[in-house]
């Protein structure tokens, strides 16, 4: 157990709904990363959040959206989705969100688009 | 973003080290050299990561070349339980976000 709690742990949905993806970080954790699994494009960097403030983006779409609260816990707005859009999803945690300091990954928010 | 290159798959008898190679030619001065591994239907686990010198720690070593352009992870024996993708990923300094590549699948024979 990583410490990291992902809800929910599936999720089948139609196309064009929107859903909201949650992540609790590890107790202490300042840094989340979102990331998407699909079998074609392996492991993708979505966005980064470190102390509520948005610190690094990466390939996430402009449907997709995030944001850290105060309490740290995180999460992800996926919305007009589509076909494509199925994939897991982790949430990883860090301490200090630098080069310097391991992730610690969920296990994932598997999302079906039908 | 950096990137990194890694064999596809890779194979090993049990009990035997195993060492996986990985290239970062392009790696900038700040950027740290991580290892994940992730098993079947798993998120990825953190294995090891480091700078300039080799470290060690429980699951595994890590051997940096001395121009950093390439390390190898070394699991000293290999079990069944460490069948997985494996990553070698530069780690920025600043973000510390992690650009997965395509990995090394592990198979452990017994």
């Known amino acids: 157990d990583s410490g990291v709690t992902q809800t929910p742990k599936h999720l089948i949905t139609a196309t064009g709904q929107r859903v909201t993806l949650r992540c609790s970080p590890r107790?202490?954790?300042?840094?989340v990363y979102w990331y998407q699994q699909s079998l074609d494009q392996g492991l993708q960097f979505l966005i980064q959040?470190?102390?509520?403030?948005?610190?690094a983006k990466g390939n996430i779409l402009e449907r997709f959206s995030a944001q850290q609260f105060p309490d740290l816990h995180s999460e992800l707005n996926l919305s007009s989705l589509e076909l494509g859009d199925s994939a897991l999803y982790f949430c990883?945690?860090?301490?200090?969100?630098?080069?310097?300091?391991?992730?610690?990954f969920g296990q994932g928010t598997r999302l079906t688009v039908v | 973003d950096a990137k990194t290159t890694q064999p596809n798959s890779m194979e090993s008898n049990e009990e035997e080290p195993v060492h996986l190679p990985c290239n970062h030619s392009t790696i900038s001065g700040t950027d740290y050299i991580h290892w994940y591994r992730q098993l079947p239907s798993q998120g990825p686990e953190y294995v090891i990561h480091?700078?300039?010198s080799n470290v060690n720690n429980r699951m595994a070593s890590l051997a940096i070349a001395e121009d950093r352009k390439s390390s190898t992870l070394i699991l000293h024996r290999a079990t069944l339980r460490d069948a997985a993708v494996y990553y070698c990923?530069?780690?920025?300094?600043?973000?510390?976000?992690?650009?997965f590549g395509q990995g090394t699948t592990l198979q452990v024979k017994p």
């Open positions: 107790s202490g954790d300042l840094s």
């Open positions: 990923i530069l780690g920025s300094s600043n973000t510390g976000k992690l650009i």
């Open positions: 480091g700078l300039t």
């Open positions: 959040y470190y102390n509520g403030e948005e610190r």
């Open positions: 990883a945690s860090s301490p200090r969100g630098n080069g310097n300091t391991e992730a610690f």
